[in-house]
């Protein structure tokens, strides 16, 4: 069978084999092993319906690189090869950001950067249901999943979080939620449940393309492989290792972020047998680690908030977990968990970087539902109080609703995914993303003792009220402030500056627009240094950036 003989590096390509013999999808029949002169990666093969067996690789290094097979099986066994892998120019790095290499956590354990050393922006979009049909490719790229991919990618986005397929719920209209092109992720059993035997590749093949199409759009792929602890369609602990074994073997090339799975305190919550027990998780995190040849980062998405909010909570001292997640909220009351956990996984040893990965979705509604100054608060507020990361969400997007289709899932609301597109905080993204992109965010330390409000030190946000004001900034060389709505009334001051000559601008974060600050920042007789009034609209949220002259 040919077989490809050249490659470019970190761009996932597929070797092709065919066993003599039927194996089962989770009995992992065949490594291959990919070596050149500076370091070896041992992959596994996996299925890809009836004697078909897939090895996915994305060459780490330029130059050749020498690959054989391993099995007990002859038809898989003893094949070899070469791949000669050429460096990504500059122009190709420009055009796809995922061929800088692999994120890994930084140096100073704040932040992801990619593996040519490049500080890596986390912002992300939830799609749960992208790989799913109601997110369909339709022919020539013209698709919904294509659309919002467009969009997204106009707007700054630079993560997709999703899950494979999804768990726990139920048919609609004789059809599994979790299906695409391809079908079904699983076969049913006789009660209609998953059938974790009957592992269907034809759906996979199908998110393939999706992968592709968005690693080729420079977006990381994050989230986990399913929910394992819902209450409906879970997973034995052998089972979820044996399908975190197929996704790592099927996806481990992309660009990726891990999560073990999806909100992991469903199983705490209704007592699930063995999803109930932290020794559980961190033996799916044990073996995920040892079964993720490219050392992609690993957490676990917790949630609802009022069971544990941060990752940190229950597994920052495990030895699989490598950064944290927050679930802060779904609802108006859970915005200050944004700062309040974002600021106590900073202050955290060991380091690790945290990232606010589930929120406030906007159009959501309930009574004061979120409208776009709280879903572009959660961003702003995460990166000031520590995080290196955040995660947009939309009612409409993350089930990829469509009410008038009678197989789409909808929720809270029945927002139609081509409106919810169209939400305005999805579009503030890029005017965060302009500004981070113009600072060394990754260098920031929160520094809210900083902040005076009405005359008084400023006081973390309460679950009744999220409005006080963040600063950060990198000490002797600038400091942002981030004034959130709520604060028109107030006189917001510094108790003292950066360095004794600085310069100010006001920051549009609804406009993307710097404003300059004419007079300079000077003390009143209390040594305090006020802020200057908030251009029009001052009952919205501002931020104030002020650098060393």
Request: proline share 9%; charged share 20%; glycine share 8%.
């Amino acid at each position: 069978m040919n077989q490809p003989n050249t490659a470019k590096q970190w761009s996932p390509c597929d070797l092709e084999f065919e066993a003599d013999q039927a194996h089962a999808w989770n009995t992992f029949p065949a490594q291959v092993t990919f070596a050149n002169s500076d370091t070896e990666i041992v992959v596994d093969a996996y299925w890809d319906g009836a004697q078909t067996w897939r090895a996915r690789f994305a060459p780490t290094l330029p130059g050749t690189w020498e690959w054989r097979s391993a099995s007990a099986d002859p038809g898989l066994d003893g094949k070899s090869g070469s791949l000669v892998c050429a460096p990504p120019s500059a122009a190709e790095i420009e055009a796809n950001p995922n061929c800088r290499g692999h994120l890994t956590t930084s140096g100073n354990g704040h932040c992801f950067t990619y593996a040519d050393g490049t500080p890596f922006l986390y912002l992300g979009d939830t799609c749960w249901h992208m790989n799913e049909k109601r997110c369909g490719l339709g022919e020539n790229e013209d698709g919904p999943f294509f659309t919002w991919l467009r969009d997204r990618k106009r707007k700054g986005f630079t993560v997709i979080n999703h899950w494979l397929y999804a768990s726990g719920h139920p048919k609609r209209n004789e059809e599994f939620i979790s299906s695409n092109e391809g079908g079904d992720a699983w076969g049913a059993t006789a009660d209609g449940k998953h059938d974790f035997q009957a592992l269907n590749p034809a759906y996979y093949r199908f998110v393939d393309l999706r992968w592709r199409a968005l690693w080729a759009n420079g977006f990381v792929m994050a989230g986990p492989p399913t929910w394992f602890a819902k209450p409906d369609h879970h997973m034995t602990l052998e089972q979820a290792q044996d399908f975190s074994r197929y996704v790592m073997a099927r996806y481990g090339a992309f660009n990726m972020v891990w999560a073990l799975s999806g909100e992991y305190s469903f199983g705490p919550q209704s007592k699930h047998d063995p999803w109930d027990r932290t020794e559980t998780w961190n033996a799916l995190g044990a073996f995920v680690a040892a079964h993720n040849p490219y050392a992609h980062p690993v957490s676990i998405h917790p949630g609802p908030a009022v069971f544990h909010a941060s990752s940190s909570e229950e597994f920052h001292d495990s030895g699989w977990l490598d950064h944290n997640w927050l679930q802060t909220g779904q609802y108006a009351k859970g915005l200050y968990r944004v700062a309040t956990c974002a600021k106590a996984d900073y202050d955290k040893t060991p380091t690790r970087p945290t990232l606010q990965a589930e929120g406030f979705y906007e159009g959501q509604p309930e009574a004061g539902g979120a409208v776009s100054a709280q879903t572009r608060f959660q961003p702003w507020v995460a990166f000031l109080n520590g995080a290196c990361g955040a995660v947009y969400g939309a009612c409409g997007i993350w089930p990829f609703s469509a009410p008038s289709d009678p197989k789409s899932y909808s929720y809270k609301g029945n927002l139609d995914w081509r409106t919810a597109l169209q939400l305005p905080g999805s579009a503030h993204i890029r005017h965060i993303a302009d500004f981070l992109r113009g600072m060394a965010w990754w260098e920031w330390v929160p520094q809210r003792e900083k902040l005076l409000v009405n005359g008084q030190p400023a006081p973390m946000p309460t679950e009744d009220d999220y409005s006080p004001p963040h600063a950060a900034g990198i000490p002797g060389k600038n400091l942002v402030v981030y004034i959130p709505t709520g604060n028109a009334n107030n006189a917001i001051a510094l108790s003292e500056l950066p360095a004794p000559s600085c310069t100010a601008q006001w920051y549009d974060p609804r406009q993307g627009t710097f404003t300059a600050i004419e007079k300079p920042l000077v003390a009143d007789g209390d040594d305090r240094y006020p802020l200057p009034p908030r251009p029009a609209p001052a009952d919205e949220d501002w931020v104030c950036v002020i650098r060393v002259a």
